[in-house]
Antibody
């Protein structure tokens, strides 16, 4: 059974940094692209970033490009999101998601329960 | 960036009703469209991908149609557990984008 558990959320001041982690289990982590998606309080979903299964490809939303970095450690079955220069508008629940298909970038098949990031002074 | 217009934003319905939600793209995306269901306080769940393919375990009362720029999610006979918010999402080109969401509420 696919399990994705996010951690690392919390309250942080504007301009500071935070790193989120997503521990994966129940599937061959190294065979799937992984994503981060966020949802501001009371708002809709926003896709944030993707990393391919082999780490060769990374894509970002314009709103986070140059500030956020996605990475993965296939030996630890863990996905990361390094968030720098945080802004109040980055306040959201951050979801880790596994791609639907092996070795493809084919939408969001399984989701974690999310971790809340609050950017506030 | 591909912009998406999802409508309506709110759908009031009763159990047993047929519900139709529309998603229109700013440019053609072939069939690279997915639909998700989200209940309050929960993570979204994938319902449909490739515009019309039902994800494993999803009830057959859900169906999707369309290609190019216009897509539809249909719930043929609304059940109590279907009251939720639904999102369309394109994965044709980066950045991937979501529709604004449609909340299906009890009439």
């Amino acid at each position: 059974q696919v399990q994705l558990v996010e951690s690392g959320g919390g309250v942080v001041q504007p301009g500071r940094s935070l790193r989120l982690s997503c521990a994966a289990s129940g599937f061959t982590f190294s065979s799937y692209a992984m994503h981060w998606v966020r949802q501001a309080p009371g708002k809709g979903l926003e896709w944030v970033t993707l990393i391919s299964y082999d780490e060769n490809n990374k894509y970002y939303a314009d709103s986070v490009k140059g500030r956020f970095t996605i990475s993965r450690d296939n030996s630890k079955n863990t996905l990361y999101l390094q968030m720098n220069s945080l802004r109040t508008e980055d306040t959201a629940v951050y979801y880790c998601a596994r791609d639907r298909a092996i070795e493809e970038m084919a939408t969001l098949g399984s989701w974690g329960q999310g971790t809340l990031v609050t950017v506030s002074s | 960036v591909i912009w998406m217009t999802q409508s309506p934003s709110l759908f009031s319905a009763s159990t047993g009703d047929r519900v139709t939600i529309s998603c229109r793209m700013s440019q053609g995306i072939n069939s690279y469209l997915a639909w998700y269901q989200q209940k309050p306080g929960k993570a979204p769940e994938l319902l449909i991908y490739a515009a019309s393919t039902l994800q494993s375990g999803v009830p057959s009362r859900f169906s999707g149609s369309g290609s190019g720029t216009d897509f539809t999610l249909t719930i043929s006979c609304l059940q109590s557990e279907d009251f939720a918010t639904y999102y369309c999402q394109q994965y044709y080109s980066f950045p991937w984008t979501f529709g604004q969401g449609t909340k299906v509420e009890i009439k």
